[in-house]
Nanobody, 125 residues
Framework: QVQLAESGGGLVQAGGSQILACAAS????????MGWFRQAPGKEREFVAA????????YYADSVKDRFTISRDNAKNTMYLHMNNLELEDTGVYLC??????????????????WGEGTQVTVSS
């Protein structure tokens, strides 16, 4: 099993930047693909970005491509989401998730059995 804890959320102005972190503990970190999802009030959870267990291939939703960067430090068991040029529509609870490499599919929430509690990101005008 994997335990996940997000940090770094808060209030930011549109056009600004923010960095989220997701610290993992428990099972072998490098056995897991990792992802960021977000959920806005009244909306379904949506995929944001994902990164493979080797920190190699990365995947992004079209809405955040060229603005967000996902990365991971396997020595620190931590994943990051660098968010630039934030827009009002980026507001939501950001959740990190982990899926074992044997079953992981980057953009599919059902392939991530382990989730953090989330961190709120609020973008203001």
């Amino acid at each position: 099993q994997v335990q996940l804890a997000e940090s770094g959320g808060g209030l930011v102005q549109a056009g600004g930047s923010q960095i989220l972190a997701c610290a993992a503990s428990g099972d072998t970190y490098t056995d897991y693909g990792m992802g960021w999802f977000r959920q806005a009030p009244g909306k379904e959870r949506e995929f944001v970005a994902a990164i493979s267990w080797s920190a190699g291939p990365t995947y992004y939703a079209d809405s955040v491509k060229d603005r967000f960067t996902i990365s991971r430090d396997n020595a620190k068991n931590t994943m990051y989401l660098h968010m630039n040029n934030l827009e009002l529509e980026d507001t939501g609870v950001y959740l990190c998730a982990a899926g074992h490499r044997s079953k992981w599919l980057a953009g599919f929430a059902e392939k991530y059995p382990y989730w953090g509690e989330g961190t709120q990101v609020t973008v203001s005008s």
